[in-house]
């Protein structure tokens, strides 16, 4: 933030001061601005590309090993800072900051530190053809355009900026326009860090902004995590020129329960499938089919839990249930469930918005949990991306694999049962790209994440990730004599 008290973007190593015009960025718990964010037109995006340039030609050119000491020092410098960060992460956001203290700032950091490991790793290989022999390297590629969710700002920007980093690219990092506020945090810590100017850019903007981005030529590989119609303008914007792609995009997962589930551990993964950061999470287990001798006894539990969850300010230590993102979105819940309510479904507990006091001034709804669900509903089939659970009863193994399957998305599934033999063999039918047996939303960085069909390409984290951020020379070298026909 400038001392004009707007919030600029951050291009070669420090703010840039723009006149373009600014944004508001509103805390959704309370309607109250919390900044004036510029917008990034096309002379701070022709800049960022031009800082990364430089960037990546002095970064790209350092050891591994020197990349990944940065990297590592900057995982520190964010633990350090957790407080501050998670605050910030809370306002922006509306997430309780029990949630933001204890991951969303960490699990950034466990990012960072993971592929700062991986940096001086990143060779490629020996290949012996016995009078000669061949070897591969791994290069970077170039400049990468990361493009932000408003779910998990800090996390996002961290999983899209240390692979890339690691591998010796440059990037250019726009967040999301409704939480724009930790990106440039990061910019900061990785400057603190020792990253040289350029190497990690931040711009500000709405989707034209984004544009600008996809479709400049200068830019090898954008990163996205969103929904599947910002996806596919990305590709479509991106395959002009032939630019690497990654994904992450929407879901409506299945969480499966068998009858000989443990009760407890499977409500426990239900709730944090669907309420957890007030249900905004993308890999989310919203479809919750349960085996129809456990059906009543797991709802009744399910509600008893469900009624004990807290709402309240996001900033309070006790909150379990924070803010949704703002007004327009939360009004796109309440109309998803006002459409469950018509077609049929019953909401045992839930279902309203939250008005007393002062929550009424924010974007509050109750967790809600929907029972006597249909496949064909919409509240089943759409992503609605809030706390909102469609609990389907199920009779056997391969009717619920067939209904689970049934959607043009396949992000996440999860399978809770004691009996591991029906659960590998369930998981190995899901259509999922990444599953959980007896827990769910658990991500850790160690482990590729992303989906198929309409939820996605490629995968964020784990080894995977630098496949996606790098390139293979391969290179033949001559030992005997050129045998030449001519």
Not at 206 to 233: D, M
Request: aromatic share 6%; proline share 4%; glycine share 10%.
């Amino acid at each position: 933030m400038t001392d004009t008290g707007i919030l600029e973007a951050w291009i070669d190593g420090a703010y840039r001061p723009a006149t373009t015009d600014c944004f508001e960025t509103l805390n959704p718990a309370t309607g109250e601005i919390l900044a004036q964010v510029r917008i990034a037109g096309g002379a701070e995006v022709e800049a960022a590309v031009a800082a990364a340039r430089r960037g990546f030609a002095v970064w790209s050119a350092m050891t591994g090993a020197e990349r990944g000491r940065i990297l590592t020092r900057a995982a520190q410098l964010l633990r350090a800072r957790n407080d501050e960060l998670a605050r910030l992460e809370t306002l922006d956001t509306g997430k309780p900051i029990q949630e933001t203290e204890a991951i969303d700032i960490h699990s950034g950091a466990d990012c960072l530190e993971y592929f700062g490991g991986l940096a001086a790793s990143l060779t490629g290989e020996h290949i012996d053809l016995g009078s000669a022999f061949a070897y591969t390297r791994r290069e970077p590629l170039g400049i990468c355009a990361g493009i932000g969710a408003w779910n998990y700002p800090m996390q996002i920007a961290c999983w899209k900026a240390a692979p890339a980093l690691a591998c010796g690219n440059a990037m250019i990092f726009k967040p999301a326009e409704l939480t724009p506020l930790t990106a440039v945090k990061l910019a900061e810590v990785f400057a603190e860090a020792g990253m040289p100017p350029g190497v990690f850019n931040v711009v500000q903007g709405f989707a034209e902004t984004g544009q600008l981005l996809t479709r400049h030529p200068g830019i090898a590989k954008v990163s996205l995590t969103g929904e599947v119609g910002t996806g596919i303008k990305v590709m479509t914007d991106a395959a002009a020129s032939l630019k690497h792609v990654t994904l992450e995009l929407g879901g409506k997962s299945p969480l499966i329960v068998f009858d000989d589930a443990e009760v407890d551990r499977a409500i426990s993964g239900a709730m944090l499938g669907n309420f957890y950061s007030a249900g905004e999470v993308c890999s989310n287990g919203t479809r919750v089919f349960v085996q129809r001798k456990l059906l009543d006894s797991f709802l009744e539990r399910l509600v008893e839990r469900t009624r004990r969850m807290v709402i309240g300010d996001p900033l309070d230590p006790a909150t379990q249930v924070g803010a949704l993102i703002g007004e327009e979105h939360l009004q796109k819940v309440l109309g998803y469930i006002e459409r469950g309510k018509a077609e049929g479904a019953d909401a045992v507990i839930g279902g309203k918005r939250v008005t007393e006091g002062a929550l009424g001034q924010g974007a509050f709804v109750e967790p809600t949990v929907f029972a006597n669900c249909r496949d064909d509903m919409s509240v089943v089939r759409e992503e609605i991306f809030g706390p909102v659970m469609s609990v389907l009863a199920f009779d056997e193994e391969e009717e619920v694999i067939e209904r689970a399957n049934a959607t043009p998305y396949g992000l996440a599934a999860g399978v809770f049962t004691r009996d591991l033999a029906r659960a590998h063999r369930t998981v190995a039918h899901l259509q999922a790209g990444t599953c959980w047996i007896n827990n769910y939303n658990i991500t850790p960085i160690e482990m590729p994440f992303g989906g198929v069909k309409l939820s996605g390409i490629g995968r964020e984290n784990g080894k995977a990730a630098i496949e996606h951020y790098s390139q293979l020379k391969s290179v033949y070298v001559e030992l005997g004599e050129v045998e030449c026909p001519y």
